[in-house]
């Protein structure tokens, strides 16, 4: 993962430092993208840019949801800056520009993070459904019998009505993590930062906002590398 992180993210600052000298970002933030060859160039720049930043976010969210390890990655110092100062400051600016030039801005609202409303309960519905439909096609020694290689059905059924149990909004939060990025190996981080970075993540995901505020609250003057 963080090969082809590095690589997307080099790629990235290569088509940024070439726009950049092309065109400053308030320009491009004010859609003035001049004509010509130059509006070609700059639109073409752009598109790859847009495939850049959503490869990145992509793999850096897939680095929280499916991996079990510390949520850090490490990656150069140059493109760690980069990362920092261009794509999370002005990443949706970049992508709405690549959708004004390229005549998309129908779609300019998908970069808008639906954290304002509740998700509704797709995830929930369908655990729900699939669980309540195999037990009212099981006889009564059947249910006993997938209970006894392993699957408690009636159990899931009353752990998925639980109030709390809310695996789309679960998943909508997780949607907003992104790991830490570091340039030196994460191995170096001391075990207590990689752990509490851990719980802080896992809190955040499920939900629980006290709790991951809590374990936010790190000894700053205690050094986080080894």
Same mark, same amino acid.
């Given at each position: 993962?963080?090969?082809? !992180?590095?690589?997307?993210? %080099?790629? *990235?600052?290569?088509?940024?430092?070439?726009?950049? /000298?092309? %065109?400053? !970002?308030?320009?491009?933030?004010?859609?003035?993208?001049?004509?010509?060859?130059?509006?070609? /160039? $700059? %639109?073409?720049? !752009?598109?790859?840019?847009?495939?850049?930043?959503?490869?990145?976010?992509?793999?850096?969210?897939?680095?929280?949801?499916?991996?079990?390890? %510390?949520?850090?990655?490490?990656?150069?110092?140059?493109?760690? *800056?980069?990362?920092?100062? &261009?794509?999370?400051?002005?990443?949706?600016?970049?992508?709405?520009?690549?959708?004004?030039?390229?005549?998309?801005?129908?779609?300019?609202?998908?970069?808008?993070?639906?954290?304002?409303?509740?998700?509704?309960?797709?995830?929930?519905?369908? $655990?729900?459904?699939?669980?309540?439909?195999?037990?009212?096609?099981?006889?009564?020694?059947?249910?006993?019998?997938?209970?006894?290689?392993?699957?408690?059905?009636?159990? *899931?059924?009353?752990?998925?009505?639980?109030? @709390?149990?809310?695996?789309?909004?679960?998943?909508?939060?997780?949607?907003?993590?992104?790991?830490?990025? &570091?340039?030196?190996?994460?191995?170096?981080?001391?075990?207590?930062?990689?752990?509490?970075?851990?719980?802080?993540?896992?809190?955040?995901?499920?939900?629980? @906002?006290?709790?991951? $505020?809590?374990?936010?609250?790190?000894?700053?003057?205690?050094?986080?590398?080894?």
């Amino acid at each position: 993962m963080s090969d082809h !992180l590095n690589i997307t993210l %080099a790629l *990235a600052k290569q088509a940024y430092d070439e726009l950049a /000298r092309l %065109a400053p !970002l308030t320009e491009l933030e004010r859609c003035e993208f001049g004509s010509g060859p130059k509006r070609e /160039r $700059i %639109a073409e720049l !752009l598109k790859k840019l847009n495939t850049g930043i959503t490869s990145i976010q992509r793999t850096l969210s897939e680095h929280v949801t499916d991996s079990s390890e %510390a949520p850090i990655l490490s990656v150069p110092p140059a493109h760690r *800056a980069f990362y920092n100062e &261009v794509i999370l400051r002005h990443g949706k600016s970049l992508q709405r520009a690549y959708f004004e030039i390229a005549g998309l801005s129908m779609l300019i609202d998908l970069l808008d993070d639906p954290t304002d409303d509740k998700p509704k309960p797709l995830m929930l519905n369908a $655990i729900s459904w699939g669980l309540e439909r195999w037990n009212d096609m099981l006889e009564e020694d059947e249910s006993f019998e997938w209970y006894e290689r392993g699957f408690n059905i009636e159990g *899931a059924q009353d752990l998925v009505a639980m109030p @709390w149990f809310q695996p789309d909004e679960w998943s909508q939060n997780l949607k907003l993590l992104q790991p830490v990025l &570091v340039d030196r190996s994460p191995q170096v981080m001391r075990d207590h930062v990689r752990y509490r970075l851990t719980e802080i993540y896992r809190a955040f995901a499920y939900g629980l @906002w006290m709790a991951a $505020i809590a374990l936010s609250s790190l000894d700053f003057h205690a050094p986080l590398f080894g």
